[in-house]
């Protein structure tokens, strides 16, 4: 067996954290779900501007969206459901199977709205209406702001995807507003089972450390990071506030981790994947990881429930001088400001594509 197949077995879904045209065209991602256990993938602006811009697969339908003149933005958002939609259906029957927990994919806001309230849920309910597909997660960033906004789109019915977290602490404020819009559902005779994922970012601690802490603790901050964020959700799934809502008919809103290309390159190429095995969670990675695993990646212990050592070694950060909670609010701005970096980057790229291809078009 495989190592993907032992995690998948462990109760550990896998997710690919990137999507294009041409993976789609060529069967590359079929091939992932039939033969590396991909039950699932994510998707940021920097994915699609990498997509887009690198590939030709686009062209055509830029050519043809740009001359009803939509705006950039309405462009794009056409252009990433068409792929997203191909990706949902390829994962419809591990849907349908898995009662609605895996196979989903995700199509994230713009990240302009990541302190917006009302801008980030309205294009949450019109992003889920326009994909028409069960199983597209919309993500959401996990800011103060966006707590707001996932809350009520969960009680909007809305399956949604939480983005840049970095703490337990972040991790448990979107875990109660995802608990707040079900239990509102209940309230209001709605159905309760309404899809979420929460997703911890984890390589980006170690790099944001890496000159800041001795060579012994390098690339382990990440790892005690997850390991407290999943004592924190094993703990809460074992609440009687949760159970309560299981016995309605709700499902968990599973911990996801994200960013688990590890950054470091004297670092295993398979680290993060090795550290956060734990059941009922997901592991969302890049194309480059997965193939990393998939060749020479092993499957050791569990996840401690009770998080490990994860105190001791956080302590020992705190001793080299690392506010953890400073840190953590300043990764998830900084992670925001990247998103709308690269959404930028890619409404310009759009741009540019649609004035060259009119310009080629009008010379023919």
Known sequence: MNTTRQLQEL?????LDNISREMLNT???SNYIENFSITGLTSNPTIFEQAIGSSASYDDDIRKKAATDK??????????????????DLFLPIFNASNGIDGWVSMEVSPLLANDTAGSLAAAKMIHAQADRPNLFVKI???QEGVIAIEEAIFAGVPINVTLLFSPAQYLAVAEAY???IERRIVAGLNPKIESVASLFVSRWDAAVADKVPAELHNLLGIAIGQGAYRSYRKLLASERWKKLVQQGAHPQRLLWASTGSKDPKASDTLYIEALIAPGTINTMPEKTLLAFSDHGSVGAELAVHGGDSEAMLAQFAQAGIDINALAARLQREGALSFVKSWQQLMQRIASKSQTLADNGRDL
């Open 71 to 88: 705006s950039h933005e309405a462009l794009f958002i056409e252009l990433a459901l068409d792929d997203l939609r191909r990706a949902a």
């Open 11 to 15: 109760g550990q879904s896998l997710w």
């Open 27 to 29: 069967g590359t991602l």
């Open 179 to 181: 608990m707040r819009g």
């Open 141 to 143: 960033p996990g800011t």
